[in-house]
């Protein structure tokens, strides 16, 4: 028998066909692997993952918001129900708000980036030079209000403005990026007059807003000189913020991460008793609505806190739940924005996928006091009407882009439309332009000496978003 016959024989290839064997068969089914190795490969895969953790972690939130609250809310109102209601109520508000993302199109939220920008900073302006107008909780005025019982803070409007103009911005001057002049002007001054703005008197705000602008810069190839200025630019600021503006909390903060026990009884108190909370939970935790420390001794239990009050009601296991959540939402976003065509479409979801992932990581880090506690909410899962309401919104718009994903794309067109897209107006995906065989777009470069057509040529020394995209994932 020659070799070929038998390599047929044994199952191995038969001519140039694969042939599946029992021993092939049997390693599949020992692999944990391969059924989540099928489900990555599905069209729709990026789409369902996304809406998946971040309907799951709204659950959550929603639970433990009811949880911790509800001994605050007797004694206030009477009725333990009181702060979820508000927090159910943004929810079912936050619901629109999810289908408009997902409802508009890219050219929009190119358009949307610029006025949401100048909204934000009008407000943020006035907060600064009137803070009379702003609404305090816990003795800073970080919202106004612009309803009956319904305020607003203008820092998160902020930040989605930003990514959305600074996106639209980066991509106008892409082919201009290798030089200083055009790589600065208009996005330095305007970024760094919104940054004053939000951090003279929110720090947490003007974190995420500085990881925002580093990831557009990141993955729009800017070179790495420019991207590690501005990375030092952003580091003076905030340490001449910490201890140059006389807000003397900021360096108490410091002085708590340091050695916490040390100030138990005045400026250590809430972190302190956060770590109480964590370390009574144990592997199971006490059970759900159980905590111990939500009875008046930890404060701000399901806003900052909330995470403390997880990890003493839902113990590790339950804390590794949220955390997992957060990593598969983090990867189906960057998934969305490595695959995604569209350049605008690849710079907003990078920014607004670190952002939200570097917010949860900043919170959960206070916390459990590995980093300092800046005061930023856990997205979804505090208790918050402008944060959740603008997470959702920012969920629906990466599910559209998850939809526009080439092959995504080419599947819905497949199957027309689905029932419920149809049913709530969810208009389609454009197909993706069809791509030439890389032997014929060679020889036409070669012909024209130049580079492919369509295709816009980078500064010396710059790299393409979708290199440092694959890297990150």
Known sequence: MSPAGERGSRGHTTGSNPVLTASDVDRAAINPFAALSGLLQRPMASYFLLLA???????????MVLSASSIDSIYANGSAFTEFGKQAGWALIGLPMFWLGLR??????????????????????????????????????????IAPGITMQPAEVAKLGLALWGAATLLHKRALLGQWKHMAIPLLPVSGLVLLLVGHNDLGSMLMLLVILLTLMWVSGVRFRAFGALLAVGMAGIIVLIFGTGLGYRQERLQTFADPFAYKDNAGYQVVHGLYSLASGGWWGLGLGHSREKWGHLPLAQNDFIFAVIGEELGVIGCFVVIALFGVMTYSGLRIARRVEDPFRRLVAASCTLWLASQALTNMGGVANLIPITGVPLPLISAGGSSLVLTMFIVGMLASFARAEPEAAVALHARRRVWWAKMW???????????????????????RGSSPAGTTRRPAGARSGATRLAELD
């Open 53 to 63: 953790s971040a309907g799951l972690l709204l659950a959550i939130g929603l639970v």
């Open 104 to 145: 508009l199109r890219v050219r929009a939220y190119e358009l949307l980036g610029y006025p949401l920008l100048l909204l934000s900073a009008v407000l943020l302006a006035l907060l600064a030079v009137a803070p009379g107008i702003g609404v305090a909780h816990n003795g800073t005025a970080l919202w106004i209000q």
């Open 425 to 447: 107006g969810i208009p389609l995906p454009p197909l993706p332009a069809p791509v030439a065989p890389a032997r014929q777009r060679a020889g036409t470069a070669n012909r």
